[in-house]
């Protein structure tokens, strides 16, 4: 016991960075020291042949305990460092801490100190509070029937506080969260190949990473922004690394390494957030999720303004099968003045921008919009996975029962909300996830999409 408790203070000691860096110039000097030793007369002791062996495998033996040891260590403590310095990155210090009900901590951070000003290019920029304007011909939600909308979509950390103005609420990040990513490095972003491509000559090319798509779209054109009503669920998730959304795609290049996106919804993503919740997220990247971009504010990029809607917290309530329905609206269009891609949560909630030189396409205009859901399947020998697209449901069983988007729309260069023309459909396994429009006076253009996945359909 004695001999243990020596080795391990040994090894602690030696395994601090100084500790075991200053042995590695001795080791080649020690191993022909022991050579000699063993072979020498020592105290008037001779060590026989065998004794000498033994001496020096529990030399070595040593040696390479301390070697291995003081690697693992080494690389817990560089992992831990590297969490530590991501964390301290990401979390503002903020004003106030609001304890959400479902676990989250918002920190109200002042406006001119949240993430996006870490970015070079923001050092010096002015924030913009307010859009110079916004789209013309906004669909007239009075005239929709909200029988099936008892009360409006609130965020649950709002039932213990709210943030002063002048700041801004941000989910705080916590170790767990950055360690079940699949580095540091890549914590808050999505994997490459996440972008639906209707026109792919080969559909297993949207399918290389696991994701499946079933989506309404248009192209052809020049877009300067969309907007849908969006049906909110709580889908199902098999597996911790898989995750379920439902959202729309502003794109803008081709679908190769220099893809523009600028994505906004809502998801349930276990592996993102550690939970089951449908959270409302934003998502952008510039190089076709390769370098640039992330989820929310988790890296510099979006500029938030508003004090009232947190970027990745949980949405409250949920539609029910069968039962009460509901919805939120995503606006996201382009500044015509300044240029930069601004987004609204409802009709009250204008939460910031993506400034125009974080792109290169859609620094210009949006070249394609996409409408609907997205999964990942992670299972492997061509089974597939049971999470839920939308609310588990085909489109064909309708309204209470499958999810929806209503009030399809897109901006176009007089800044003007339209009715997309030509809205076209795509998704690689309809037997698994399928997608359906439709048109009407009260949801103007419309889809029911998702589905459950695995199915004696869909093995």
Same mark, same amino acid.
């Given at each position: 016991?004695?001999?243990?408790?020596?080795?391990?203070?040994?090894?602690?000691?030696?395994?601090?960075?100084?500790?075991?860096?200053?042995?590695?110039?001795?080791?080649?000097?020690?191993?022909?020291?022991?050579?000699?030793?063993?072979?020498?007369?020592?105290?008037?002791?001779?060590?026989?042949?065998?004794?000498?062996?033994?001496?020096?495998?529990?030399?070595?033996?040593?040696?390479?305990?301390?070697?291995?040891?003081?690697?693992?260590?080494?690389?817990?403590?560089?992992?831990?460092?590297?969490?530590?310095?991501?964390?301290?990155?990401?979390?503002? #210090?903020?004003?106030?801490?609001?304890?959400?009900?479902?676990?989250?901590?918002?920190?109200?951070?002042?406006?001119?100190?949240?993430?996006?000003? *870490?970015?070079?290019?923001?050092?010096?920029?002015?924030?913009?509070?307010?859009?110079?304007?916004? #789209?013309?011909?906004?669909?007239?939600?009075?005239?929709?029937?909200?029988?099936?909308? $008892?009360? #409006?979509?609130?965020?649950?950390?709002?039932?213990?506080?709210?943030? #002063?103005?002048?700041?801004?609420?941000?989910?705080?990040?916590?170790?767990? *969260?950055?360690?079940?990513?699949?580095?540091?490095?890549?914590?808050?972003?999505?994997?490459?190949?996440?972008?639906?491509?209707?026109?792919?000559?080969?559909?297993?090319?949207?399918?290389?990473?696991?994701?499946?798509?079933?989506?309404?779209? %248009?192209?052809?054109?020049?877009?300067?922004?969309?907007?849908?009503?969006?049906? %909110?669920?709580?889908?199902?998730?098999?597996?911790?690394?898989?995750?379920?959304?439902?959202?729309?795609?502003?794109?803008?290049?081709?679908?190769?390494?220099?893809?523009?996106?600028?994505?906004?919804?809502?998801?349930?993503?276990?592996?993102?957030?550690?939970?089951?919740?449908?959270?409302?997220?934003?998502?952008?990247?510039?190089?076709?999720?390769?370098?640039?971009?992330?989820?929310?504010?988790?890296?510099?990029?979006?500029?938030?303004?508003?004090?009232?809607?947190?970027?990745?917290?949980?949405?409250?309530? %949920?539609?029910?099968?069968?039962?009460?329905?509901?919805?939120?609206?995503?606006?996201?269009?382009?500044?015509?003045?300044?240029?930069?891609?601004?987004?609204?949560?409802?009709?009250?909630?204008?939460?910031?921008?993506?400034?125009?030189?974080?792109?290169?396409?859609?620094? $210009?205009?949006?070249?394609?919009? $996409?409408?609907?859901?997205?999964?990942?399947?992670?299972?492997? *020998?061509?089974?597939?996975?049971?999470?839920?697209?939308?609310?588990?449901?085909?489109? $064909?069983?309708?309204?209470?029962?499958?999810?929806?988007?209503?009030?399809?729309?897109?901006?176009?260069?007089?800044?003007?909300?339209?009715?997309?023309?030509?809205?076209?459909?795509?998704?690689?396994?309809?037997?698994?996830?399928?997608?359906?429009?439709?048109?009407?006076?009260?949801?103007?253009?419309?889809?029911?999409?998702?589905?459950?996945?695995?199915?004696?359909?869909?093995?």
């Amino acid at each position: 016991m004695v001999v243990e408790t020596a080795a391990s203070n040994l090894i602690s000691l030696l395994c601090t960075v100084g500790g075991y860096m200053s042995i590695l110039p001795y080791i080649e000097e020690e191993k022909a020291w022991v050579f000699l030793a063993i072979n020498k007369q020592m105290g008037g002791v001779h060590f026989s042949s065998e004794r000498a062996k033994g001496a020096l495998l529990a030399f070595f033996w040593m040696l390479s305990l301390i070697s291995l040891s003081c690697a693992a260590r080494l690389s817990v403590s560089r992992q831990k460092l590297q969490v530590q310095n991501h964390l301290n990155r990401l979390n503002k #210090p903020g004003v106030k801490t609001i304890q959400s009900p479902d676990g989250d901590i918002i920190d109200c951070v002042h406006i001119s100190h949240q993430p996006a000003f *870490d970015h070079p290019f923001l050092k010096d920029h002015k924030v913009q509070m307010r859009p110079s304007y916004h #789209p013309e011909g906004l669909f007239d939600e009075n005239k929709v029937s909200y029988k099936h909308t $008892e009360k #409006p979509i609130t965020q649950l950390w709002h039932m213990n506080g709210k943030c #002063p103005q002048g700041t801004i609420p941000i989910r705080r990040t916590k170790e767990e *969260d950055v360690l079940r990513a699949s580095s540091v490095k890549r914590y808050g972003k999505k994997k490459h190949r996440a972008i639906p491509q209707p026109r792919s000559a080969d559909p297993d090319l949207t399918n290389e990473s696991g994701h499946q798509h079933a989506i309404a779209y %248009v192209e052809g054109d020049k877009y300067y922004g969309a907007k849908a009503t969006i049906n %909110v669920w709580e889908p199902k998730i098999q597996q911790p690394n898989e995750f379920s959304l439902s959202q729309l795609w502003i794109l803008g290049g081709s679908f190769g390494e220099d893809l523009n996106s600028i994505e906004a919804g809502w998801q349930v993503s276990p592996d993102l957030y550690g939970d089951n919740n449908t959270r409302l997220f934003t998502y952008w990247t510039s190089d076709a999720y390769q370098a640039t971009g992330c989820y929310n504010l988790l890296c510099s990029g979006f500029i938030q303004v508003n004090s009232e809607i947190a970027m990745g917290a949980s949405i409250s309530p %949920v539609s029910a099968y069968r039962n009460s329905q509901y919805d939120i609206s995503i606006l996201v269009w382009k500044d015509p003045k300044e240029g930069h891609w601004w987004m609204q949560f409802g009709n009250d909630y204008v939460l910031g921008y993506w400034p125009s030189f974080l792109f290169s396409y859609l620094a $210009e205009s949006a070249s394609m919009i $996409e409408w609907g859901g997205e999964v990942v399947n992670s299972e492997a *020998d061509g089974h597939h996975t049971s999470t839920q697209m939308g609310s588990g449901r085909f489109p $064909e069983e309708g309204f209470g029962k499958s999810s929806y988007f209503r009030n399809i729309q897109v901006v176009d260069d007089s800044n003007n909300l339209k009715a997309p023309k030509g809205l076209g459909t795509f998704t690689e396994q309809s037997n698994c996830y399928d997608v359906q429009t439709g048109s009407n006076g009260d949801w103007g253009h419309y889809i029911y999409y998702g589905g459950p996945g695995k199915n004696p359909n869909c093995p």
